[in-house]
């Protein structure tokens, strides 16, 4: 069973706009609220990259340098989901999205017990 499912990933053109969903089910959708959330992305021939996370309550964000001022990561634990809005999008966020679960606020993929199996986003220039 997989935890978590992501969604909104398309093609835009530079300058565009998306916003990501990962919703989470099963053990993962129940306790929602125990886990801070994160988003990664990982290119062809890349390796996997933080985006942004997002503490338990949701007063707390981190983000990559990278993404600082154009994306905005959310969450609502009525519906057990994360939201990634990504504004001002550049032809290198090109990439596939995952979100992931952690009982800790990190920016390190291995910290992340919980993984969904990701969306596409092209940005075309």
């Known amino acids: 069973q997989v935890p978590l499912v992501e969604s909104g990933g398309g093609l835009v053109q530079a300058g565009g706009s998306l916003r990501l969903s990962c919703a989470a089910s099963g053990r993962t959708g129940r306790t929602f609220s125990a886990f801070s959330m994160g988003w990664f992305r990982q290119a062809p021939g890349k390796e996997r990259d933080f985006v942004a996370a997002i503490s338990r309550s949701g007063s707390s964000t981190i983000y990559a340098d990278s993404v600082k001022g154009r994306f905005t990561i959310s969450r609502d634990s009525v519906k057990s989901t994360v939201y990634l809005q990504m504004n001002s999008l550049k032809p290198e966020d090109t990439a596939v999205y995952y979100c992931?679960?952690?009982?800790?606020?990190?920016?390190?993929?291995?910290?992340?017990?919980?993984w969904g199996q990701g969306t596409q986003v092209t940005v075309s220039s």
């Open positions: 992931a679960a952690d009982f800790s606020l990190s920016s390190r993929a291995g910290d992340y017990d919980y």
